[in-house]
């Protein structure tokens, strides 16, 4: 499917760029839920994605793939790779994570996540966490409640992007406090990601409505009756809230 027949979905212009390597894809799945790595393949290329996320589940508690059968299904040069300390609880278990990334894999783009057992991201360990990630050599995308004094801490540090809850992870809830959502972006000239609880497409394009650069939608998709047919679908509404956007067709905020 050529860039021009996935319109704003996926843009000529990357919408980040880091290392040489260009973000173009405005749509990123999450893929710890997966158990069949050809259905990995089909899914990433129904939504157009060019990301490719991989983690370490510290704790050997959860199901994975090997990195051999996913390589052979997806053909992983062609994306970017990233990695992600999504199972972290703690600020030392998502350093350790994106160390384990870099020497098994070197990964040095890190989707740093830091969420305790109310699995919400703990916004002030992010920020440590991101300092020392980003002192050690890595690109850093952290995930964070809304607030802007920490996004604008998280800039400072030199993170490359924010990523901003929208409602509690698999929650299937969109953005819930549109207004925090919105200041929080506002205060940051860095790329942000909105994620979190966007379960259904008309959330994904509201979320980009508000105004962000991308999104990341994982459970949705994971757990749907056809995940392909509802990630091109979620491609579709990125497509659709980017071109409203671009229009400056925001309408009222919810809250």
């Known amino acids: 499917m050529s860039t021009a027949a996935l319109g704003t979905a996926v843009t000529a212009e990357p919408w980040l760029s880091l290392r040489g390597r260009a973000f ?15 259905l990995v393949s089909e899914v990433l290329r129904s939504a157009a ?12 508690t959860k199901p994975s793939l090997l990195m051999s059968d996913l390589d052979e299904a997806v053909g992983l040069d062609d994306y970017v790779w990233i990695g992600t300390t999504s199972f972290a609880r703690s600020q030392q278990d998502a350093l350790l994570t994106a160390r384990r990334l870099r020497d098994s894999y070197g990964i040095d783009i890190m989707k740093l996540d830091v969420r305790p057992s109310d699995n919400l991201p703990h916004n002030a360990q992010t920020i440590t966490a991101a300092a020392e990630l980003i002192a050690e050599g890595f690109d850093v995308l952290p995930f964070i409640l809304p607030d802007p004094a920490t996004a604008v801490a998280l800039e400072k540090a030199g993170c490359a992007a924010v990523r901003i809850m929208c409602s509690p992870v698999a929650s299937a809830r969109g953005v819930v406090d549109e207004r925090a959502v919105r200041e929080t972006m506002a205060a940051v000239s860095i790329p942000v990601v909105l994620e979190g609880g966007l379960g259904t497409p008309a959330q994904v394009v509201r979320a980009m409505e508000l105004g962000a650069d991308a999104v990341l939608v994982n459970t949705a998709v994971a757990q749907a009756p056809s995940p392909t047919k509802l990630a091109e679908s979620m491609r579709l509404a990125v497509e659709a809230g980017r071109l409203a956007a671009d229009q400056g067709l925001v309408g009222p905020l919810d809250k």
Do not use: A, K
Request: aromatic share 12%.
């Open 24 to 38: 173009r894809s405005r749509l990123i799945l999450g893929i710890e839920q997966y158990t069949d790595p050809t």
């Open 49 to 60: 994605c060019d990301v490719f996320i991989t983690t370490f589940d510290l704790e050997q």
